[in-house]
């Protein structure tokens, strides 16, 4: 192993994205980001870019992305039209009785683009821009009902010869081609290793792969992901608005309340009053630094929390303050009702990790620990994902034994917000009368 030696981490978020490089012992070297989407592979490439002079010493690749996004591909590795976005409505429900989160999306790809050569996921299409290979991401064995089954293929009447065959996380899904390396800088014959669904990899990359541990994934959508044993799991089924699936760590699942997309709310609200261009800073202070009465702007609030639940922010009522104010507490509550479903399933939570564009603004982690009651950690780096496939590739390369074993050594704590008690106080009393 040598000093200069590095992973390329790439994340496909919804609106951005993502490359960092990291060394061998996990820290960070070089990282850079640009607005785009799952097919913009030029930008990926000016993204890239950005970190050329040290992509030749790039000995591992790993990729992650939002999902189930599916992209529909033509048998030349290229997209035919717009992705299905793993938030697109006209998706449909699921079909009673069936598993599958991919389905419903694949469907919906297949109707738009019933010509496609395959329909593959957002990871998966990078990876296989890269390497000319196709597969669909395994995180664990047991995920894999939750991918598709054969029988469920059939109940979808979506072609099953359309899929590409499913490869384990952390596998070797190809190595970057000539032609991939003479556009990026990667060398060619650079492994690139299977990754998967951004959530999972920010559990990696928070270090969330022991019983008890939170994460908080605060991007464009938001979710609580608990990491618990096998022994929880009838619990945690049984738990209303709770999703369980399985954990990319053998013999760990992951218990999810799913949230309002706080971000994309977010977004909407500074939009709506023209702030988009502000400094960060400036909104911070304008929502954060003066504390609510204990009976003051409850109204907007309550109208807040209502309508986040349909993905709607409240009209302009007040000062951009106050409604972004109530907004940003109603997020806050709905967070708390998650965090006290998942206590109800494990009663030990001490704390959560959050991961995502959130974890950059110091008034809203302090505004979360405040309603929480809890400690919010924020790691070294807020954007999980990418430490997350640093995790696979040094585990791909043997650096660590496992994935599992690559993020508990790989994790590090940037800072850690603590609740004020009279804060919490406060929150508390206002909480319980607007749901008493």
Request: charged share 20%.
């Amino acid at each position: 192993m040598n000093s200069k030696d590095r992973v390329l981490s790439i994340d496909i978020g919804t609106s951005t994205i993502k490359c960092a490089l990291f060394d061998f012992s996990g820290m960070m070297t070089a990282q850079s980001k640009m607005s785009g989407s799952v097919i913009g592979t030029q930008v990926l490439l000016q993204v890239m870019k950005n970190l050329q002079k040290d992509l030749g010493t790039v000995k591992g690749v790993c990729i992650s992305g939002n999902g189930p996004t599916i992209v529909p591909v033509s048998r030349q590795g290229e997209s035919l039209g717009e992705p299905v976005l793993w938030s697109d409505p006209a998706a449909g429900r699921p079909i009673p009785g069936t598993a599958s989160l991919f389905l419903p999306i694949i469907r919906r790809a297949y109707d738009l683009n019933p010509d496609a050569w395959m329909y593959v996921g957002c990871p998966e299409f990078v990876t296989g821009i890269m390497t000319g290979s196709w597969w669909t991401f395994l995180p664990s064995p047991e995920f894999a009902p939750y991918i598709w089954s054969d029988e469920e293929i059939l109940r979808y009447q979506v072609p099953p010869g359309r899929l590409p065959p499913m490869l384990s996380m952390g596998a070797p899904a190809g190595q970057v081609t000539r032609r991939y390396a003479e556009l990026s800088g990667i060398i060619e014959g650079t492994p690139v290793y299977a990754g998967g669904a951004d959530y999972l990899l920010a559990l990696l990359g928070t270090g969330v792969v022991e019983p008890g541990l939170v994460c908080d994934r605060a991007g464009t959508s938001e979710a609580l992901n608990l990491a618990v044993d096998a022994q929880y799991v009838e619990a945690a089924r049984a738990q209303r608005g709770i999703r369980v699936l399985p954990h990319t760590v053998e013999g760990l699942w992951s218990a999810a309340s799913l949230l309002p997309p706080s971000g994309m709310l977010f977004l909407t609200f500074l939009r709506q009053s023209e702030l988009e261009n502000q400094a960060a800073s400036q909104i911070d202070e304008g929502l954060f630094s003066v504390l609510p009465g204990e009976t003051e702007d409850l109204h907007l609030v309550r109208e807040a929390y209502d309508l986040a639940l349909s993905r709607r922010v409240p009209s302009m009522k007040a000062s951009w303050q106050r409604s972004g104010r109530a907004l940003s507490e109603a997020l806050g509550f709905h967070l708390r009702r998650g965090l006290d479903d998942l206590k109800n399933i494990y009663p030990g939570i001490e704390g959560i990790r959050i991961s995502g564009g959130q974890a950059g603004s110091e008034g809203w982690n302090r505004l979360k620990a405040d309603i929480l009651g809890v400690p919010v950690e924020i790691p070294l780096y807020a954007d999980a994902e990418l430490l997350g496939c640093a995790a696979v590739s040094l585990a791909g390369l043997n650096v660590f034994n496992s994935v599992g074993d690559a993020s508990k050594q790989l994790y590090r704590t940037g800072s850690t917000i603590y609740p004020d008690p009279g804060r919490t106080e406060l929150y508390r009393k206002r909480f319980a009368t607007l749901f008493p």
